[in-house]
């Protein structure tokens, strides 16, 4: 097997979410798939040929652990197209029931030769996930080139590959202009992995309209619509058809506010609870179109959607297929060339050419940890206000020096002055004390900073708690220690005590991004790090626009506070 040369801009990358792909990279992508497509069209050989990985050694599996046609199929006939090493694990009979890891099973994959791996599962996060274990494998085998994990569909998360077609044929509708859309959201968006991959992939557009038409049980999750808002996309919310299109025609021309683009999605029942179920009917009501509508709809409108269609009940109905509103049967064919592309380009086959930024936009990484100057003076004065909050009844901790604001003054613990160690102060400030308390725990089982000493919470004057913790012995911080302490207490005042004196004072914000602790948990239960999934791996957080942590691999949202076990 030849590969391709070190440097290539996609060779052995993976799709784990759409930004995996800039939008320079999939502006490229579209552009190579509109040349296939016209090629495939002319039947023009040399062009297809051109596009052809053409190689029995390259292996490409199918792992498909939750039903597909469109996706496992596409897939499947673009690998025909490639002349290549085709396989598919068959999950239902495989290891997988022996309770069997995921590294472990596609490790061995890996060995046989394979580069490529189609991957759809219930777990979130499971491509990033598999991407980084078989880093280590290949390093540990002396295994050549990168191995591409490509998501097929991950749970509730992602389907970016459904994303790159879609964004491709909304291209193609609209003249291969990406300066606006405006798109209608319609169906299950509280399930529907394919709408959540358009709240990341729609930024491919200058200017973002989105309707999102849903009744409440089935409505957007929040959290993407906050990343929507803070993409500066202008986001509406509407419960039905009915509502969109009365709200839509209500104030002028008919049809004015109106998207000429609708994207539905199917009710994913399967993954609904009894609840929900119970109401089944009623909420599909709300998002099933009636042909008798179409003349309210904007001159040129087109419906697309990922199918599968619901035999008995499709929200897009069968007598539409006939009419101009049909772009849902060429978007599905669009998958079968938007999918040849990516596996050339990750095959390192095309895109050698390419000459925009290449892989995911950076994430910037402020500075959580700032050290304020002149630390003696500053520092002694506000320890001295915490002193006497905390003092209110507890075990005295105030400063001995005592002497006029602006003098110096020390720690004390009790009566006698802390000569070195470690104050810890602001903890919280603002929380209630249960959480607090909760943190001090957390903050002394990460840091490892059990002994002598004391930890408090306070009341200051204008009522607020928070919390303080004194190592009187503490031998000092090392810089990486005071940034891992900003992940865990952020927003409180670290002084280092020397001789007597605060020797260095640190502020620590909120940083960008927290790993690598044992303490860490993500919420969601169908996350790949999930402890009961059994990987026996870390979460990793990513802070947002509006401040809350992003699992890294299956994008749900916390709080700071929920991070940790
Ligand atoms: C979707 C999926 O599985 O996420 N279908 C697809 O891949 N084309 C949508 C669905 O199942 O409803």
């Known amino acids: 097997m030849s590969f391709p040369e070190a440097g290539h801009p996609f060779a052995g990358r993976s799709l784990a979410v759409i930004q995996d792909l800039n939008r320079m990279e999939r502006l490229y992508l579209y552009g190579r798939a509109r040349e296939l497509k016209d090629a495939h069209r002319r039947g023009d050989r040399t062009v297809l040929d051109s596009f052809r990985i053409d190689d029995p050694d390259f292996g490409i599996y199918e792992v498909f652990l939750e039903d597909s046609t469109r996706t496992r199929e596409s897939f499947k006939n673009a690998a025909h197209f490639h002349r290549l090493k085709f396989s598919e694990l068959n999950a239902a009979s495989s290891s997988f029931n022996k309770s069997e890891s995921y590294s472990d099973t596609f490790a061995n994959l890996v060995g046989y030769d394979n580069r490529m791996f189609v991957i759809r599962s219930r777990l979130e996060g499971v491509c990033r996930y598999l991407a980084e274990k078989t880093e280590a494998y290949r390093e540990r085998h002396g295994i050549q080139g990168g191995i591409s994990f ?30 606006e859309i405006h798109l209608a959201l319609v169906g299950d968006l509280y399930h529907g992995r394919t709408v959540h991959s358009k709240v990341y992939g729609l930024g491919l557009f200058d200017r973002v309209r989105v309707d999102l038409i849903a009744p409440p049980e089935l409505s957007m999750p929040l959290s993407y619509r906050e990343e929507m808002e803070a993409q500066g996309f202008d986001v509406r919310q509407f419960s039905s058809i009915r509502e969109y299109l009365e709200g839509g025609t209500a104030q002028g021309v008919p049809g004015n506010g109106l998207a000429r683009l609708w994207y539905f999605t199917r009710p994913q029942l399967e993954r609904m609870g009894e609840r929900v179920l119970r109401r089944a009917a009623e909420l599909r009501g709300a998002i099933t179109f009636q042909p008798d509508d179409a003349v309210l709809l904007p001159e040129g409108t087109t419906f697309y959607h990922p199918l599968p269609r619901h ?169 990486g220690e005071v940034r891992k302490l900003a992940a865990v207490i952020p927003g409180a005042t670290v002084n280092v005590i020397r001789g ?52 890294d691999y299956c994008s749900h949202t916390h709080e700071f506070t929920e991070v940790w076990r």
């Open 311 to 479: 035999r008995e009940h499709p929200t897009i109905p069968v007598s539409l297929d006939h009419t101009p509103l049909n772009g849902w049967e060429r978007q599905s064919a669009n998958g079968w060339y938007v999918r040849m592309v990516l596996l050339a380009m990750l095959a390192g086959r095309i895109g050698d050419e390419y000459a925009g930024p290449v892989g995911p936009d950076a994430v910037m990484e402020d500075d959580f940890v700032q050290e304020v100057a002149g630390a003696s003076a500053v520092a002694s004065a506000s320890a001295s206000a915490s002193a006497r909050e905390a003092s209110g009844g507890r075990a005295p901790v105030g400063t001995a020096g005592g002497g006029p604001p602006g003098e110096e003054r020390r720690f004390s613990e009790g009566i006698r002055p802390i000569r070195d160690g470690l104050v810890i102060d602001h903890i919280f400030a603002g929380a209630p004390p249960e959480k607090i308390r909760g943190h001090l725990t957390t903050l002394i089982s990460v840091m490892g900073l059990h002994g002598r000493g004391g930890e408090w919470i306070s009341t200051g004057r204008d009522g607020r708690c928070k919390g303080l913790l004194f190592r009187p012995d503490h031998p000092g911080l090392e810089e």
């Open 500 to 551: 007597g004196r605060v020797q260095r004072k640190f502020r620590l914000g909120h940083p960008r991004r927290i790993y690598g602790l044992p303490e860490l948990i993500c919420r969601n239960e169908a996350c790949i790090t999930f402890p009961e999934n059994g990987e026996q791996t870390l979460p990793r957080f990513t802070r947002s626009r509006n401040g809350h942590y992003i699992c």
């Open 150 to 179: 490509i998501n097929a569909g991950d749970g509730r998360h992602e389907h970016p590959t459904q994303e790159l077609l879609d964004e491709f044929t909304f291209l193609e509708d609209l003249q291969w202009d990406s300066r």
